[in-house]
Nanobody
Framework: QVQFVESGGGLVQPGGSLRLSCAAS????????IGWFRQAPGKEREGVSCISSSSASDGRVYYADSVKGRFTISRDNDKNTVYLQMNSLKPEDAAVYYCATDHFTDCTGNYYLEDRYDYWGPGTQVTVSS
């Protein structure tokens, strides 16, 4: 059975940092491009970041303009985990964050299209407030 478990969310003050983790069972995450999405109350889900499989011809990472320079996506394949390091957090970053597996190995510039992704975690809540 395939399952994602996001963790690391919580309450942080503006300017603070959190590291989100996406751990999987039932599949090896490095076989796929992995995307991070977020959804704030009353808003549509949006793409945040994507990291390609280590075997991908692309080998690139992608970030939404709103998080470039502040967020970093990475893999630890020994732990079968993908991370999203979030620094300099802003109130507008508050949302439920989800990880998902792409059915391709390369993220490409269309990483934000949700129909590319096959498996989704239940999400982890990030709250940014003073």
């Amino acid at each position: 059975q395939v399952q994602f478990v996001e963790s690391g969310g919580g309450l942080v003050q503006p300017g603070g940092s959190l590291r989100l983790s996406c751990a999987a069972s039932g599949l090896i995450l490095d076989y796929f491009a992995i995307g991070w999405f977020r959804q704030a109350p009353g808003k549509e889900r949006e793409g945040v970041s994507c990291i390609s499989s280590s075997s991908a011809s692309d080998g690139r990472v992608y970030y939404a303009d709103s998080v470039k320079g502040r967020f970093t996506i990475s893999r630890d394949n020994d732990k079968n985990t993908v991370y999203l390091q979030m620094n300099s957090l802003k109130p507008e970053d508050a949302a439920v964050y989800y990880c998902a597996t792409d059915h391709f190995t390369d993220c490409t510039g269309n990483y934000y299209l949700e129909d590319r992704y096959d498996y989704w975690g239940p999400g982890t809540q990030v709250t940014v407030s003073s």
